[in-house]
């Protein structure tokens, strides 16, 4: 069974930065796409930046420039540095592994973690 454990968040003032870590167990790591979502209140969960096996990113406009993911498969562990935080990345986050539709559409696979709780003041 996956488990995904996300950790890392907190408050931060705007212009700040936070690391964010997600600990990957019960899949094969080093061949999943990983990718990092945030649901704000009030809002649908999206998603903000994935990874693929080969260390490909991608981000969403909004954080592109600021946020980095990356990926240590030794440690089963994918992480989203988050700099120049912005009262509007408030939001919980969370981690899961990715897959892909026919038409290149990417989707979570696994149930939800916690997640990790990211406030940004201004």
């Known amino acids: 069974q996956v488990q995904l454990v996300e950790s890392g968040g907190g408050l931060v003032q705007a212009g700040g930065s936070l690391r964010l870590s997600c600990a990957v167990t019960g899949s094969v790591f080093s061949s999943d796409v990983m990718g990092w979502y945030r649901q704000a209140p009030g809002k649908q969960r999206e998603l903000v930046a994935r990874i693929t096996t080969g260390g490909n990113t991608n981000y969403v406009d909004s954080v592109k420039g600021r946020f980095t993911i990356s990926r240590d498969n030794a440690k089963n562990t994918v992480y989203l540095q988050m700099n120049s935080l912005k009262p509007e990345d408030t939001a919980v986050y969370y981690c899961?592994?990715?897959?892909?539709?026919?038409?290149?559409?990417?989707?979570?696979?696994?149930?939800w973690g916690q997640g990790t709780q990211v406030t940004v003041s201004s």
């Open positions: 899961n592994r990715l897959g892909i539709t026919y038409d290149g559409n990417y989707y979570a696979l696994n149930y």
